[in-house]
């Protein structure tokens, strides 16, 4: 298998980084799924997640966190070749330092007051800033032209879930 894939425009995109961040997610959803099942006393819609740390099963919080962090961390690794304009250079920046966030969560649960609250610092605002601001860039360029829109509202989601 070739690590390192060229797409339509000469950007180098890490393969090996990119399914390690597919991977990762997908761990993570998992994870967060079981959640929900295992702590049902926890409402998710009207909690924060990272209460389930009080919960029995604390350490599949932990786990998730892990797994969500190494994702971002492999993402931003995976397309880092490929950021040409100063804009995409920003968001690739926030979104590995929303992935350090990610993992200091995992390290850092709700009751370790200060270092959590940097965790969340980190992470909270970084990743929609670095959704909008790469998939602004990419949006521009010829191969990912006619997904644009969706790319738009793709990264808008995250900062409307953020919100809501």
Do not use: Q
Not at 30 to 54: I, T
């Amino acid at each position: 298998m070739n690590s390192v894939i060229v797409d339509g425009d000469g950007a180098r995109v890490s393969l090996l980084a990119a399914w390690l961040a597919i991977a990762a997610v997908a761990t993570a959803l998992v994870l967060l799924a079981s959640l929900h099942v295992l702590s049902p006393e926890f409402d998710p819609a009207w909690r924060m997640v990272s209460e389930y740390a009080n919960g029995r099963y604390g350490w599949v919080l932990s786990l998730m966190f892990a797994a969500w962090g190494v994702s971002t961390l492999a993402l931003a690794a995976a397309i880092r070749a490929a950021a040409r304009a100063t804009r995409f250079k920003v968001g690739v920046a926030l979104l590995a330092t929303a992935g350090v966030g990610e993992v200091l969560a995992s390290v850092f649960d709700l009751n370790h007051d200060t270092l959590h609250s940097l965790a969340g610092a980190l992470g909270i605002p970084c990743l929609p800033l670095a959704a909008l601001l790469i998939s602004g860039s990419l949006g521009r360029t010829p191969a990912w032209a006619a997904a644009r829109r969706l790319l738009r509202w793709t990264a808008h989601l995250t900062w409307v879930s953020v919100a809501l």
